[in-house]
């Protein structure tokens, strides 16, 4: 399976930005949609935006027009980009993969004034 490991993470004021980055093993990422999610103490594990193989971009409410993913089939990598954070964006993020990629340890993000 493919292993994750996402970095970027970190404590922030509200409005400010984050850069997201998860490496993935392996040769398949290129043919994989790639996810992002956001883990809170009160929730499950949201989804907060995914890329398709082509490149397209789909973004949920609470990410679009802030939130920008994105990824480097070349490198193995794909991206967020978070602008303008709120409170509500805190959580530990994970990229995912699919069935054929395995959980990573995520990455933290706080918000707080």
């Known amino acids: 399976q493919v292993q994750l490991v996402e970095s970027g993470g970190g404590s922030v004021q509200p409005g400010e930005s984050l850069t997201l980055s998860c490496v993935a093993s392996?040769?398949?990422?290129?043919?994989?949609?790639m996810y992002w999610y956001r883990q809170t103490p009160k929730l499950d594990r949201e989804l907060v935006a995914y890329i398709r193989r082509n490149g397209t971009a789909i973004y949920t409410e609470s990410s679009k027009g802030r939130f920008t993913i994105s990824r480097d089939n070349a490198k193995n990598m794909l991206y967020l980009q978070m602008d303008n954070l709120q409170p509500e964006d805190a959580g530990v993020y994970y990229c995912?993969?699919?069935?054929?990629?395995?959980w990573g340890r995520g990455t933290q993000v706080t918000v707080s004034a």
């Open positions: 392996g040769d398949v990422f290129r043919i994989l949609t």
């Open positions: 995912y993969g699919g069935t054929a990629t395995e």
